[in-house]
């Protein structure tokens, strides 16, 4: 009799040690995470299966996720105590997008196609499943020089002063790396511009070491980085369409 309660036991622990949680784009949250029943999004159960291993329900969860597209509407954390936790495709098509709707489009001036900008930043804008090209400078020019004490990075004047000099952005290809700065402020002395930049990047671009925007002749390396200016109305059509 002992025997067979002791066998009792040890089938129950085996049933207990794994779980699964059914996700499902027509699911509900509040939902029991069954096939039957399942859940709407993803972080809501992996926060359910945080839960169940913290309750010692079970030591291993798999989260199946159906077909579909799950629009993420809080970042999805997977933390190292999720050590145990399995996410899967149960089925093709599985989509799990940060993005945000864009509506509300007309036209505005110089028949440019314009629309408010949903409420947090973005870099990135896809049309019809093509990502489009930000506005940026044509060709890649070289930065004149960059003063690490005064934080300003000389490069030569373009055509047009930026009108919102904050919202300009500056990408460097500098050696085995790609720095996007973002500007705070640009100033005009003679034929060149000085840009100063936002934090953090500000001073991390010009307090480390390697790889350097400028490599000035003793070193003889490739001379100095190339770089373009994105994100402006101004050159807009120039060398891309989104702004």
Same mark, same amino acid.
């Given at each position: ?29 509040? =939902?029991? !995470?069954? /096939? ?7 972080? #809501?159960?992996?926060? &359910?299966?945080?839960? +169940?291993? @913290? ?63 949903? =409420?947090? !930043?973005? /870099? ?7 990502? #489009?090209?930000?506005? &940026?400078?044509?060709? +890649?020019? @070289? ?48 034929d060149r511009w000085g840009l100063r ?47």
């Open positions: 009799m002992k025997w067979f309660a002791g066998l009792f036991f040890l089938m129950n622990v085996m049933w207990v040690s794994a779980a699964d949680i059914w996700v499902s784009p027509s699911g509900n949250d509040g =939902g029991d !995470g069954s /096939r039957e029943s399942p859940m709407a999004t993803i972080g #809501a159960a992996l926060r &359910r299966a945080r839960e +169940m291993r @913290r309750l010692k329900m079970t030591d291993r969860v798999t989260i199946w996720v159906r077909g579909g597209e799950y629009v993420l509407t809080e970042p999805l954390f997977v933390r190292p105590e999720d050590s145990g936790v399995t996410i899967a495709a149960a089925d093709e098509g599985v989509v799990v997008s940060g993005g945000v709707a864009v509506n509300g489009w007309r036209k505005g001036k110089g028949g440019i196609w314009e629309a408010d900008a949903p =409420g947090r !930043g973005f /870099r990135q804008l896809w049309v019809n499943g093509v990502k #489009a090209v930000r506005a &940026r400078e044509e060709g +890649m020019p @070289r930065i004149l020089g960059v003063d690490k004490k005064e934080q300003v990075m000389w490069v030569p004047a373009g055509k047009v002063m930026p009108s919102k000099p904050d919202q300009v952005e500056m990408v460097i290809h500098q050696m085995w790396a790609i720095a996007v700065l973002r500007v705070k402020t640009i100033e005009k002395v003679g930049f936002g934090e953090p990047e500000g001073h991390i671009e010009f307090e480390h070491p390697w790889p350097a925007a400028v490599i000035d002749s003793g070193h003889k390396q490739n001379g100095n980085s190339a770089y373009y200016l994105t994100n402006a109305i101004e050159i807009f059509g120039s060398a891309g369409g989104m702004v």
